[in-house]
Nanobody, 120 residues
């Protein structure tokens, strides 16, 4: 079982930056899990944002955030990060952290989300 807690969201002006964090806990080995960020804009479905392999050596991004967002992880701290730069109003959403065991195909564990609001 993995518990995930996001933090770092807030209100920011367009063009600004934030660093989202997701701390993992539980009777498990964080470094055995692939991690990802998803987001859900108001009134819309939840969409994929970025993912990072359990070893940290591979990342993948949605086209809409490529070049502006960076996912990283610190396995010693059981934490995954999402650096979000050059924010746009359309980035406004609840950002969720998710985890899946490296051999699994679906994300099994989800955090409660952190709100990011970008003003124009």
């Amino acid at each position: 079982q993995v518990q995930l807690v996001e933090s770092g969201g807030g209100l920011v002006q367009a063009g600004g930056s934030l660093r989202l964090s997701c701390a993992a806990s539980g009777r498990t080995t964080f470094s055995s899990y692939d991690m990802a960020w998803f987001r859900q804009p108001p009134g819309e479905e939840r969409d994929f944002v970025a993912r990072i392999r359990w070893s940290g050596d591979s990342t993948y991004y949605a086209d809409s955030v490529k070049g502006r967002f960076t996912i990283s992880r610190d396995n010693a701290k059981n934490t995954v990060y999402l650096q979000v730069n050059s924010l746009k109003p359309e980035d406004t959403a609840i950002y969720y952290c998710a985890a899946k065991y490296k051999l699994s195909t679906e994300y099994q564990y989800w955090g409660q989300g952190t709100q990011v609001t970008v003003s124009s």
